[in-house]
Antibody, heavy 119, light 112 residues
Framework: EVQLVDSGGGSVQPGGSLRLSCAASGFTFSSYWMHWVRQIPGKGLVWVSR????????TYADSVKGRFTIHRDNAKNTLYLQMNSLGADDTAVYYCVRDGRGDSVFDLWGRGTLVTVSS | DIVMTQSPLSLPVTPGEPASISCRSS???????????LHWYLHKPGQSPQVLIY???YRASGVPDRFSGSGSGTDFTLKISRVEAEDVGVYYCMQALHIPLTFGGGTKVEIK
């Protein structure tokens, strides 16, 4: 089955760190750009970061640049988001997303994992 | 950053009736290759978002033909020819021409 299973969310104190994972299956993972998109509860969708299939190109939203790192292990078919220096405004559901066509058409989404930053 | 503006914010609809959502971008989304880098997504309650329309007017695989997209440059429209109960949720447009990728604020479609 073609799917993305994201995990790793949880509660963390301000200034803390968390690593999200996204396990891909059913398709050739290394052939696709992958993204993280987040949704603050009750708010809209916000793009966070992307990584090319070979892992050599990454891009970030300004709000997370320098704090978050996206990377992938194509041997394990897994995407990661390392999140450091977390603040309250990072509280959101994080979705792992596949770019199906190379032009940021998000054709496959994980179910999302909730990150809560609170003291 | 490119700002995406959707209207209306909320759209009560009657099953069987048409519905229309507008999306405007602060910059043209028409690429030199002739394609508009504007995609539409639907976020149903309790589910993950799903793509409906890509490149302004192309229906994604499996999307019913009652959904259609139109527009070019800075003005785009998503239309539902006859709304069904399963179409409720929040609709988002997203521009994919420039980084950062940006979404509209969303249009909540609900049944009257």
């Amino acid at each position: 089955e073609v799917q993305l299973v994201d995990s790793g969310g949880g509660s963390v104190q301000p200034g803390g760190s968390l690593r999200l994972s996204c396990a891909a299956s059913g398709f050739t993972f290394s052939s696709y750009w992958m993204h993280w998109v987040r949704q603050i509860p009750g708010k809209g969708l916000v793009w966070v970061s992307r990584i090319k299939g070979d892992g050599n190109t990454t891009t970030y939203a300004d709000s997370v640049k320098g704090r978050f790192t996206i990377h992938r292990d194509n041997a394990k078919n897994t995407l990661y988001l390392q999140m450091n220096s977390l603040g309250a405004d990072d509280t959101a559901v994080y979705y792992c997303v596949r770019d199906g066509r190379g032009d940021s058409v998000f054709d496959l989404w994980g179910r999302g994992t909730l990150v809560t930053v609170s003291s | 950053d490119i700002v995406m503006t959707q209207s209306p914010l909320s759209l009560p609809v009657t099953p069987g009736e048409p519905a229309s959502i507008s999306c405007r971008s602060s910059q043209s989304l028409l690429h030199s290759n002739g394609y508009n880098y504007l995609h539409w997504y639907l976020h149903k309650p309790g589910q993950s978002p799903q793509v409906l329309i890509y490149s302004g007017s192309y229906r994604a695989s499996g999307v019913p033909d009652r959904f259609s997209g139109s527009g070019s440059g800075t003005d785009f429209t998503l239309k539902i020819s006859r709304v069904e109960a399963e179409d409720v949720g929040v609709y988002y447009c997203m521009q994919a021409l420039h980084i950062p990728l940006t979404f509209g604020g969303g249009t909540k479609v609900e049944i009257k």
